[in-house]
C-alpha cells in the first residue's frame, strides 16, 4: 500500500468506526473529502448518512441525528478546528481557509446564513 493510500484507509477506518467518539469521525470525514478549495462538501443528507450510529433502542444502524450533527460540529468549531462556516454540507477545516495553491473557485455547498438550520 502506498502512503497516501495508507493515510486514507486510516481515515476511512476511523470515519466509520462506531466505537469512535463523533467528533473524530467528523474530522476524519473533513479530511477524506477535503478539496483544494479547503471545503470538504457533501450531498444534502449525506453526512447524516455516512455517520451512522447504533440506534441504542433497536440495535440497529441508523443515520445520526440531525440535532447530534450539529452539536458536533458546533463543537468542533468552538474548539478551533472547524470555521464557523461549517454545517451538515460544508466542513471546512481551520488552517485551510485560503485552500491550495492553483485551488479551483467552486461554490460552497453550505447555504450560509443558515449553516445549522438547513434540513440534512
Ligand atoms: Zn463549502
Given amino acids: 500500500m502506498n502512503y497516501v493510500k495508507m493515510i486514507g484507509q486510516w481515515d476511512e477506518d476511523l470515519a466509520t468506526n462506531l466505537n469512535a467518539g463523533l467528533e473524530h469521525r467528523v474530522l476524519a470525514w473533513a479530511r477524506l473529502r477535503l478539496e483544494r478549495t479547503g471545503h470538504a462538501h457533501f450531498d444534502k443528507g449525506e453526512l447524516l448518512r455516512v455517520l451512522e450510529v447504533v440506534n441504542p433502542r433497536t440495535g440497529e444502524l441508523s443515520p445520526v441525528n440531525a440535532r447530534t450533527l450539529d452539536r458536533t460540529v458546533n463543537a ?40 445549522n438550520e438547513v434540513t440534512g
Fill in 76 to 115: 468542533l468549531v468552538d474548539q478551533g478546528l472547524l470555521l464557523p462556516a461549517s454545517g451538515r454540507r460544508c466542513l471546512r477545516p481551520v488552517g485551510c481557509e485560503q485552500g491550495a495553491r492553483n485551488a479551483p473557485v467552486t461554490e460552497c455547498k453550505q447555504p450560509r446564513a443558515t449553516a
